[in-house]
C-alpha cells in the first residue's frame, strides 16, 4: 500500500480541510518535523509532502521507497533537486494559488507605509492626538500611491497581478531584467534603471544561486528615490545587513517584509535594531496564507498525488 507522509501539518492554518487521495493508501501526519526527525518520520514514505521542511541529499539518500515529493508551496529550494534527479524521485509543485492573496498583501503594506498608519496608530495610543489639540496633525510623512512608480522583480503571475492592481490605484508599474542581462526584453527595464526608477520596489522572484543577495549596499546606493522596500518573495534575496545600513543612511524610505533568511527571526537577526521603527513593518510570512489560498494550495496537493498514481504526474519541477 503506498504509503503518504505529510511532514508539517502546522504550515497550513486550521481552517484547511485537509482532504486525503481517492485510492486506498496510509496516511501519516506531522504537526511539525525538526531535520533530525525527517528519517523517523518518512521511514518507508512512498510519498512525501513537505512545505518548509529540507530534505537533503543527506536525508534522501536514505529514503529507499520514496517516489515522489509534493512541496505544499510554489517554491522549492528547500528541495535538493540533484539528488532527486540521480535517484529518480519526482517533485511537484503547487502554482498560481497565491494570485490573490500575496498582492493584496503587498498592496497592504505599501499602503500602510506610504501614509505612515503604524506611526500614526502609536501616536493616538501614546496621547500625540489630544496633546496637539487639533483635530489633525503631521507627525509623519503621508504620501498618494497614485503617480508613483512600482519597480517589480519578478514577472511571474504574482508580479503581474500585483502590477496589474497597482496600474488600477493609477501607479506607473515597471518590471526589471535580469539582474546584469546585457540585453533588455520588450517590456521591461534594466535592473539598474528599476532601482534608480522606483519609488517602491517589490520582490517577486524565486531564491537561486543568481538571486541570492539580489540587493546588498551597492544596490542601494543607486536607489537614488529612497523607496519603500517590499519582500514577499523569499528570504535571502536581500543582504539583511546592508538593508539596516540603508535605511540608517536614508537610502531607502521603509521596509515590508514577510520573509526573512532565518524564520522564525532569530535573536540575533539583524532585524532587531529596526523593527521598532515606525516605517518598518516585519509579518510572519503570511502573505501567501489566506483560508482561500491555503485551501487552493492543498487541494493542488492531493491532485498532484493523485495524478501521479494515476500514471499522469503535475506540476512536475523534474
Given at each position: 500500500m503506498t504509503k503518504i507522509v505529510f511532514l508539517d501539518r502546522d504550515t497550513?492554518?486550521?481552517?484547511?480541510?485537509?482532504?486525503?487521495?481517492?485510492?486506498?493508501?496510509?496516511?501519516?501526519?506531522?504537526?511539525?518535523?525538526?531535520?533530525?526527525?525527517?528519517?523517523?518520520?518518512?521511514?518507508?514514505a512512498d510519498i512525501i509532502i513537505t512545505n518548509k521542511v529540507p530534505l537533503r541529499s543527506d536525508v534522501?539518500?536514505?529514503?529507499?521507497?520514496?517516489?515522489?515529493?509534493?512541496?505544499?508551496?510554489?517554491?522549492?529550494?528547500?528541495?535538493?533537486?540533484?539528488c532527486c534527479r540521480a535517484k529518480g524521485i519526482l517533485v511537484s509543485n503547487v502554482r498560481n494559488y497565491a494570485s490573490t492573496t500575496v498582492p493584496e498583501h503587498v498592496?497592504?503594506?505599501?499602503?500602510?507605509?506610504?501614509r505612515s498608519l503604524v506611526g500614526y496608530r502609536q501616536d493616538v495610543i501614546d496621547g500625540e492626538w489630544q496633546r496637539a489639540k487639533q483635530f489633525c496633525f503631521f507627525n509623519h510623512p503621508i504620501k498618494d500611491l497614485a503617480g508613483s512608480t512600482l519597480g517589480i522583480i519578478g514577472r511571474g503571475?504574482?508580479?503581474?497581478a500585483l502590477g496589474q492592481l497597482s496600474e488600477a490605484l493609477g501607479m506607473k508599474?515597471?518590471?526589471?531584467?535580469?539582474?546584469?542581462?546585457?540585453?533588455?526584453?520588450?517590456?521591461?527595464?534594466?535592473?539598474?534603471?528599476?532601482?534608480?526608477?522606483?519609488?517602491?520596489?517589490?520582490?517577486?522572484?524565486?531564491?537561486?544561486?543568481?538571486?541570492?543577495?539580489?540587493?546588498s549596499y551597492p544596490e542601494?546606493?543607486?536607489?537614488?528615490?529612497?523607496?519603500?522596500?517590499?519582500?514577499?518573495?523569499?528570504?535571502?534575496?536581500?543582504?539583511?545587513?546592508?538593508?539596516?545600513?540603508?535605511?540608517?543612511?536614508?537610502?531607502?524610505?521603509?521596509?515590508?517584509?514577510?520573509?526573512?533568511?532565518?524564520?522564525?527571526?532569530?535573536?540575533d537577526h539583524p532585524f532587531h535594531q529596526i523593527i521598532e521603527r515606525t516605517n518598518v513593518i516585519l509579518t510572519p510570512h503570511v502573505a501567501w496564507a489566506s483560508e482561500e489560498a491555503m485551501q487552493v494550495l492543498w487541494d493542488q496537493v492531493i491532485y498532484h498525488i493523485d495524478n501521479y498514481q494515476k500514471g499522469e504526474p503535475s506540476h512536475l519541477l523534474n
Open positions: 497550513l492554518g486550521s481552517s484547511v480541510q485537509i482532504n486525503k487521495p481517492s485510492f486506498e493508501h496510509q496516511w501519516s501526519e506531522y504537526n511539525r518535523t525538526q531535520a533530525e526527525q525527517v528519517l523517523d518520520h518518512a521511514k518507508d534522501l539518500e536514505q529514503l529507499h521507497k520514496l517516489k515522489l515529493i509534493v512541496v505544499a508551496a510554489t517554491g522549492y529550494d528547500v528541495i535538493d533537486m540533484n498592496l497592504s503594506l505599501i499602503f500602510a507605509l506610504r503571475s504574482l508580479g503581474i508599474v515597471i518590471y526589471s531584467a535580469r539582474k546584469g542581462a546585457s540585453q533588455v526584453p520588450e517590456g521591461y527595464v534594466s535592473f539598474d534603471e528599476l532601482l534608480d526608477q522606483s519609488d517602491i520596489i517589490s520582490l517577486h522572484c524565486p531564491l537561486t544561486e543568481q538571486t541570492q543577495n539580489l540587493l542601494f546606493e543607486r536607489m537614488s528615490r529612497q523607496p519603500l522596500l517590499i519582500n514577499t518573495g523569499r528570504g535571502g534575496l536581500v543582504n539583511e545587513s546592508d538593508l539596516v545600513k540603508a535605511l540608517n543612511a536614508g537610502r531607502i524610505s521603509g521596509v515590508g517584509f514577510d520573509c526573512l533568511t532565518s524564520e522564525p527571526i532569530t535573536d
